[in-house]
């Protein structure tokens, strides 16, 4: 059988065999949701490369089970996704990408919140990745990610939130093989200062990133690149709501980076390695601005920070600013517009520098037939800019889906 049909057959299976020999209850907390889509995308660079551009027309074929239960102190969902990629002309990319989710969010006094989440995700990468901010891969990736948080409001007007994220990534790539770890501690205070200034939060952070990459080289005799970077964040600012529809936020601080790099170059005498470690000090920087209504949405929001990217070897330099606009045109039809810049720079000492602009321009719309059944399609376009070696590759993409989704309560 088409693996399409299996992805499809197996969630109507599911369904059948939860509610096909009784009708669902009503009024539970627990819900589940079943849902199917099909898309299908245009794409003139699918490899996202400068001088072997192939296009090609793909079709998706998705299912996903949703389990979510709400009550007053818990809220907790599982979400298991599969989704079959089929390449009209190049049949040897095609892949079945799959995922499961789950997430646990617990009130234990009236103060005190604490939640847990993981991820797991194992998929194929074409030429370009979004989780990473704008830089390129091309493999297979799995992905597993755990979360720890908590929450307590010392009163009022001050809250602090603290959490623990540990993510661990394999990717395979034609020649290369690469893991990627990072663990994020994060902690922040949050303070109404509307006695002295109306309307406005102060904010406080502290974070500390371990990011770990190891590249292995599978052509020839082989090799290993080994980057480990400590990264510590502290910064200090304030949200304003300057009306009911108008507000800001900016924060702003300094970022230590300490880096060690190791290359090992396998050879007919055995293995001969180099290493070096760097460290700087820089600044950082996240600001932006929302505007809401009744019928459309603005954000624009910039930043500047250290962190983790895939596929570059190590830790880059990251600036980023991005335009979102939703607009709800009737009460069935919704508009959306995205925006965004990001340039992703490193300085190695060991491999070859890192200075690359990302633009990407996102149209699109969503028509929802009824409650369960909706129309979505858009256009994205990709330009990235190799400022090192002065390439530019571009790449456009038009897709088209229609999701259907059925919702039970099964308490």
């Known amino acids: 059988m088409n693996p399409c049909c299996r992805v499809l057959l197996a969630v109507f299976l599911a369904a059948e065999a939860v509610f096909g020999f009784r009708p669902p209850a009503a009024g539970g907390p627990t819900e589940l949701v079943p849902r199917i889509s099909i898309r299908e995308e245009y794409n003139d660079n699918i490899l996202f490369s400068k001088d072997n551009k192939k296009k090609d027309l793909l079709t998706i074929a998705s299912g ?8 007053e102190r818990l809220n907790s969902a599982v979400d298991i996704r599969a989704g079959q990629k089929v390449y009209a002309d190049y049949r040897d990319l095609n892949t079945l990408d799959t995922s499961a989710s ?21 998929d194929s990468l074409r030429g370009y990745d979004e989780d990473t901010d704008g830089l390129r891969l091309n493999g297979d990736r799995e992905r597993l990610n755990v979360s720890l948080s908590g929450g307590y409001n010392f009163s009022e007007t001050g809250r602090a939130d603290i959490s623990l994220d540990m993510e661990r990534t394999d990717i395979q790539e034609p020649l290369e093989k690469e893991r990627l770890e990072e663990k994020r501690f994060s902690l922040n205070y ?14 406080l ?18 090799y290993l690149q080994e980057y480990d970077s400590d990264i ?18 900016v924060q702003t601080g300094i970022s230590y980076t300490d880096t060690r790099e190791t290359v090992t170059q396998n050879t007919f005498f055995g293995p001969l390695s180099s290493r070096s470690g760097a460290d700087s000090l820089g600044t950082v920087v996240v600001a932006g601005i929302t505007y809401k209504t009744l019928y459309y949405d603005v ?27 939703t607009g709800r045109l009737t009460e069935e039809f919704r508009a959306t517009l995205n925006a965004s810049w990001r340039l992703n720079q490193n300085d190695r000492n060991t491999g070859d520098d890192l200075d690359e602009l990302t633009l990407t321009l996102q149209p699109g719309f969503r028509y929802e037939i009824n409650d369960d059944l909706y129309l979505s399609a858009g256009y994205r376009f990709i330009s990235r800019e190799n400022r090192r070696n002065d390439t530019l590759t571009e790449g456009n ?13 099964i308490d």
């Open 397 to 409: 993409l038009v897709y088209f889906e229609v999701t259907r989704q059925f919702n039970y309560d």
């Open 102 to 122: 789950a997430n646990l969010d617990f009130r234990v006094t009236e103060r005190l919140t604490m939640g847990v989440s993981g991820a797991w995700t194992e």
């Open 299 to 325: 954000a624009l929001s910039f930043s500047h920070d250290v962190g983790g990217g895939s596929g570059t070897n190590g830790a880059v330099e990251r600036t980023s600013a991005a335009f979102d606009l």
């Open 190 to 203: 949050s303070h109404d200062l509307s006695r002295i200034w109306n309307n406005t939060t102060g904010l």
């Open 64 to 71: 996903s089970i949703r389990v979510e239960r709400k009550t």
């Open 205 to 222: 952070g502290l974070n500390y990133v371990q990011y770990v990459s190891e590249i292995r080289g599978l052509g020839g005799l082989g």
């Open 232 to 249: 510590w964040q502290f910064t200090v600012g304030y949200s304003k709501e300057l009306t009911e529809l108008l507000s800001y936020y």
